[in-house]
Nanobody
Framework: QVQLVESGGGLVQPGGSLRLSCAAS????????MTWVRRAPGKGPEWVST????????YSADVVRGRFTTSRDNAKNTLYLQMNTLKPEDTALYYC?????????????WGQGTQVTVSS
């Protein structure tokens, strides 16, 4: 069935960068929009970004716009999140999910995620 495996998280200092990856399988990846969601400790899920199936249309949350870049490589069935100028408030568990924001936030079911910690 549908499998999504996030990777690339870690500990980084404020102002640093990380590149997250999401390896997808079990469905025609290139036919679906994909979404990044994050959840900080003690807080609810927060939508980060959504990218269209072909990768040509991208929507990002105001709080990450200009710092994070969402992309995808359909030939590799992989979704990416390039995170630059990281801030402590970006600390969260990051998840990828199949679909657009409304669907993803309604279902609220995703994989194990990858931890991003921004701290000095």
């Amino acid at each position: 069935q549908v499998q999504l495996v996030e990777s690339g998280g870690g500990l980084v200092q404020p102002g640093g960068s990380l590149r997250l990856s999401c390896a997808a399988s079990g469905f025609p990846f290139s036919s679906y929009s994909m979404t990044w969601v994050r959840r900080a400790p003690g807080k609810g899920p927060e939508w980060v970004s959504t990218i269209s199936a072909g990768g040509d249309t991208i929507y990002s949350a105001d709080v990450v716009r200009g710092r994070f870049t969402t992309s995808r490589d359909n030939a590799k069935n992989t979704l990416y999140l390039q995170m630059n100028t990281l801030k402590p408030e970006d600390t969260a568990l990051y998840y990828c999910a199949r679909g657009i924001r409304v669907q993803v936030m309604r279902e609220q079911r995703w994989g194990q995620g990858t931890q991003v910690t921004v701290s000095s």
